[in-house]
C-alpha cells in the first residue's frame, strides 16, 4: 500500500515552454501532498505544500506564479513549470501523506519516484 | 526557525558499523525521519522516531534524544549496497506540519 506515482519520470523542454508533473496517490487518499526539488548532491528543498480544494502554500522565495500547483482531487496533484529556463532543470520529487491511515504514522510522507527535467 | 545539521560525507569499510548524527532545531516537534536516497531515485523511508530512545530494524537502528535535539542512524554489517545519501529530516508543527530535511550524509562503502 501507500503507492505515489510520478508522471512523466523525465521530460527534456525548450526553454520558454511551459512542463506540467503529476503526482497521484494510487492506493490512498492524499490529503496533504508535497513538492520537492532537488539539485545534484543537494537535500531536498520542500517548494510548497498542497491541499486538496485550496491554495498551495509556497516556501519562501518559491514563485508560485512560475510553479503552478493544482491539487482538484484526493489523489491527484499537478505542478506545472511556467515558461522553464535552464536554470529550472532539476529532480522534482513529490509526495504525500495520508492523515487517515489507520495506526499508521500521520507524518509519514510517500514518496513518488521523481520527475527529472532538463531544460535546454 | 528549523536547522537540521548532519555530516557531509562518510566512508566506512564493508561489513564495518557506522553512526551519522544529526542535530536539529525545530518549531514544535512530531517526529524524526531517516530516510535513504540513492542517486537518481526518490528517498526510501528507514525509521521514525517520536520517543527518546533506539528504534531498531534489522541492520539499521535509530536513536533520538529530543532533549538535546539530537538523532543518530547505525547501520551495521555495512554492505556496498548501503552507500548512499542519508537524509535527516524532522516534522514540526508549522505549516501543515511539513517535514523539513537535512542536507544528508554520503556513505561512501568500500570494499
Known amino acids: 500500500g501507500a503507492v505515489v506515482s510520478q508522471h512523466p519520470s523525465w521530460v527534456i523542454c525548450k526553454s520558454g515552454t511551459s512542463v506540467k508533473i503529476e503526482c497521484r496517490s494510487l492506493d490512498f487518499q492524499a490529503t496533504t501532498m508535497f513538492w520537492y526539488r532537488q539539485f545534484p548532491k543537494q537535500s531536498l528543498m520542500l517548494m510548497a505544500t498542497s491541499n486538496e480544494g485550496s491554495k498551495a502554500t509556497y516556501e519562501q522565495g518559491v514563485e508560485k506564479d512560475k510553479f503552478l500547483i493544482n491539487h482538484a482531487s484526493l489523489t491527484l496533484s499537478t505542478l506545472t513549470v511556467t515558461s522553464a529556463h535552464p536554470e529550472d532543470s532539476s529532480f522534482y520529487i513529490c509526495?504525500?501523506?495520508?492523515?487517515?491511515?489507520?495506526?499508521?504514522?500521520?507524518?509519514?510522507?510517500?514518496f513518488g519516484p521523481g520527475t527529472r527535467l532538463t531544460v535546454t | 526557525g528549523q536547522n537540521i545539521d548532519q555530516p557531509t560525507e562518510m566512508t566506512a569499510t564493508e561489513g564495518a558499523i557506522v553512526q551519522i548524527n544529526c542535530t536539529y532545531q525545530?518549531?514544535?516537534?512530531?517526529?524524526l525521519f531517516w530516510y535513504q536516497q540513492h542517486a537518481g531515485e526518490a528517498p526510501t523511508f528507514l525509521s521514525y522516531n517520536v520517543l527518546d530512545g533506539l528504534e531498531e530494524k534489522g541492520r539499521f537502528s535509530s536513536f533520538l534524544s529530543r532533549s538535546k535535539g539530537y538523532s543518530y542512524l547505525l547501520l551495521k554489517e555495512l554492505q556496498m549496497k548501503d552507500s548512499a545519501s542519508y537524509l535527516c529530516a524532522v516534522s514540526g508543527n508549522t505549516g501543515g506540519f511539513k517535514t523539513i530535511f537535512g542536507a544528508g550524509t554520503r556513505l561512501f562503502v568500500k570494499a
Open positions: 525545530t518549531s514544535g516537534f512530531n517526529g
Open positions: 509526495s504525500a501523506r495520508d492523515m487517515a491511515v489507520a495506526g499508521g504514522n500521520p507524518y509519514e510522507q510517500y
